[in-house]
């Protein structure tokens, strides 16, 4: 392959490799890492809002919402759990009718939010757990207690790469490749 062949693939692979990076970072971002409302096949749902929103920072708030299609409960208790496992919040929060159906079935929900204090801990996250109440006590069922995970990340941490820190060292060694290539 001639130079000038070689200088037009490498620059052909590198913008396919940069694409690539992109398009998957993009993806993730936009990936629904905070719990879907599509869990409420179940009947319970707990999400954090608006969905999507990725890693949580110190001193950021977040917002959680548990929906539930059982018109029966009537409050849910809402537990934000630290990544130590102590209760940062525990509050019990009633069930309003906004409007909202889901699969055609009425829906209720409640909103809380924390102001995230604590850094994940050995890889435990945030923990928020929705106990769904009836007027009498716990509603009870398999998927009754539905948890959500938050990660909170510090601002100072190594940002995660699809592909690897070894395949940007080499996109980036290959396009200086090119860049002498191109020069000689």
Known sequence: MEKRNLAKFTLLV???????NILTVFALDYKDYTGSIS???????ITRWPTGSGDTYPGQEV???????DLDAVDVRIRWIRPDGSIAKNEIH?????GNEYDGADVIEAEDSLIIDMLD????????????LYSDGPVGGPDADPFLSIKAISYHSTPEIPFGTITTIATMLAASG???????
């Open 121 to 132: 801990i050995d890889g435990q996250s945030w923990g928020v757990q929705a106990i769904f």
């Open 63 to 69: 917002v959680v919402r548990a929906v539930t299609t």
């Open 94 to 98: 009633g069930l309003v009718d906004i």
């Open 39 to 45: 869990a409420l096949s179940s009947g319970y749902a």
């Open 14 to 20: 590198l913008v396919f490799v940069l694409f690539l």
């Open 178 to 184: 090119f860049f002498i290539l191109k020069r000689k």
